[in-house]
């Protein structure tokens, strides 16, 4: 079982409802909407935990509600499941005039067809459970309890400081957990068949 999750701040835009109803109709898929919390790193690391919790999920899919795809996109990341890859993203591009996609490759570049692999990994995001066990089991100290349910949790999204050749770096959430699961010895990549837009006052998307 495939387990999506999608955080909601306010409501559904109009341009990814078709997507996700269609999602939601789909064997083998169990969609999750996370609503009502402002804090974007607290909602992430409550899917990473519910996904982590629920041993019946093979895969997470994770993306923000202003990520606008294809079908065709979500084939193209759902293709990886059985590859045994730990992460697999689609790059989504700025919200600008010149729209361009946010992302580090590792140095030297390291291509496998399609497949680019990365430092660090942003939205539309493929998990598997593998990578996310690993994950749990390097950072053992990032383990909490919900307030109120109790549940075990862990806060691999939290940001944080890294230490780079060029001094000390912030890094926001998804960086942050790009960081750990490298640390972890899991291996990021980019899928760059997948097109994706990215939903602002208009539906950007990078032409060039």
Not at 145 to 156: F, H, Q, T
Request: charged share 25%; with cysteine; aromatic share 10%.
């Amino acid at each position: 079982m495939i387990q999506i999750s999608v955080p909601i701040y306010r409501d559904i835009p109009c341009d990814l409802l078709p997507s996700l109803v269609q999602l939601s109709s789909r064997p083998g898929i169990r969609l999750r909407t996370y609503t009502n919390d402002s804090l974007i790193s607290r909602v992430r690391n409550r899917m990473f935990s519910d996904f982590v919790n629920d041993e019946a999920a093979s895969h997470l899919v994770t993306f923000d509600c202003d990520c606008i795809f294809t079908s065709q996109d979500f084939e193209n990341l759902l293709s990886h499941c059985d590859s045994g890859l730990d992460v697999v993203v689609g790059a989504v591009p700025t919200k600008c005039d010149n729209p361009y996609f946010v992302y580090r490759l590792v140095k030297p570049m390291v291509q496998d067809g399609p497949l680019l692999e990365l430092t660090h990994v942003g939205d539309f995001m493929l998990l598997s459970r593998q990578a996310a066990l690993r994950l749990v089991d390097k950072f053992p100290d990032l383990e909490y309890r919900e307030n109120k349910s109790g549940e075990r949790r862990w806060a691999v999204f939290q940001p944080m400081l890294s230490k780079q050749p060029h001094g000390i770096e912030y890094m926001d959430e998804t960086w942050s957990f790009s960081e750990r699961l490298r640390q972890a010895g899991c291996r990021l990549w980019l899928d760059t068949r997948i097109q994706l837009g990215h939903l602002g006052k208009k539906t950007y998307y990078k032409t060039k």
